[in-house]
């Protein structure tokens, strides 16, 4: 199946990290991504893992990648207001073909 | 960064009409756009994949009939939903793939149209 399930919605402090979940189930995806949609606006490719890494990190942001489980993570560090949003998680099925997550909305509390 | 543009934003029309929505890249040549639907609180769809100078790739279940797409040049598609109902309302968003500067081809979106059908 092609279904990349997310958790709906995330609460946190500002300052807090947050960590938003992704279960994917297409073993063969050569990338996975996260984007970030926020309202009125066009999504923003924040980062993306190849599939033969576990870890990368890119300032705030740590992508973690379980393989075995098809699982992937985004872990914002200092969580700020700014970072209110809906974030998809996106895997590759075909050369450039993605296949988006339900999406997560983040609400960060002041 | 790259910038896509679609045009218009929010559109409301009459059930029965047709309506053309442009996607634009503004800064860089697009051989791919792709074209994706988003429900509420839903996540984006695939519509179809849309080559330069060539017909589009429509996903499964999309009718290729009621939503013609177009890529006519290298910075420009467009989407027509034809003969628009109530259950066309949706948020429709392009994407283009420009210049790789990366491993991945980076698709960059533009900010959606709105269409509702009434």
């Known amino acids: 199946g092609e279904d990349v399930e997310q958790s709906l919605f995330l609460s946190v402090r500002e300052g807090d990290s947050s960590v938003i979940n992704c279960t994917y189930t297409?073993?063969?995806?050569?990338?996975l991504y996260w984007y970030k949609q926020e309202p009125g606006a066009g999504l923003q490719l924040l980062t993306y893992?190849?599939?033969?890494?576990d870890m990368k990190q890119d300032q705030r942001l740590t992508v973690l990648l379980n393989k075995k489980d098809k699982h992937l993570s985004l872990r914002i560090a200092d969580t700020q207001t700014g970072d209110s949003a809906i974030y998809f998680c996106?895997?590759?099925?075909?050369?450039?073909?993605?296949?988006f997550g339900t999406g997560t909305l983040l609400a960060v509390q002041p | 960064g790259a910038v896509v543009s679609q045009h218009p934003s929010r559109v409301i029309c009459k059930s029965g009409t047709s309506v053309k929505i442009e996607c634009r890249s503004l800064d860089f040549q697009a051989t791919t756009m792709f074209w994706y639907r988003q429900f509420p609180k839903k996540s984006l769809m695939l519509m179809a994949t849309?080559?330069?100078?060539?017909?589009?790739?429509?996903e499964q279940g999309v009718e290729k009939d009621k939503f013609l797409i177009n890529h006519a040049s290298l910075t420009l598609s467009t989407l027509t939903v034809t003969s628009a109902h109530p259950e066309d309302s949706s948020f429709y968003i392009c994407s283009a793939i420009g210049t790789s500067r990366r491993p991945v081809d980076e698709q960059f979106f533009g900010p959606g149209t709105r269409l509702t059908v009434l």
């Open positions: 893992i190849f599939s033969n890494m």
């Open positions: 996106a895997e590759t099925l075909a050369t450039n073909k993605l296949i």
């Open positions: 849309s080559n330069e100078g060539s017909k589009a790739t429509y």
């Open positions: 297409d073993s063969s995806s050569t990338y």
